[in-house]
């Protein structure tokens, strides 16, 4: 499974439970640490650990391993690593806060249902 596979897949699974506001961030060509951020909001504690524990569950079924995880336990930014890609799922502040899309904003903006 490639990378764009992965993320793919990730972002079937956010669907799945409602993520709101998902953008993907192709960051292949300005970093190494991956080749795709997916950044999603979630409306409250809840919502975003099961947005994280179903992302890791479907991409685990898929033969997918889970680098690292941070930020369940508080649940206001998760972050989910898969090695090429990194999904990060906010609740809407910390989103507003960190935006990382502006801080990342040298790599493409990808449309999910374009990837």
Known sequence: MNSKDIAKLAITALEDKKAEDIKVIDISEVSVIADYFIIVS???RSQIQTLSDH???TLGRAGVQLKQVEGYDN???VLLDFRDVIVHIFD???RLFYDLERIWRDGKMIEPENL
Do not use: D, L
Request: proline share 0%; no cysteine; charged share 35%.
């Open 42 to 44: 979630g409306t409250n």
């Open 92 to 94: 809407r502040e910390n």
């Open 55 to 57: 992302v890791e569950e």
């Open 75 to 77: 649940a206001n930014w």
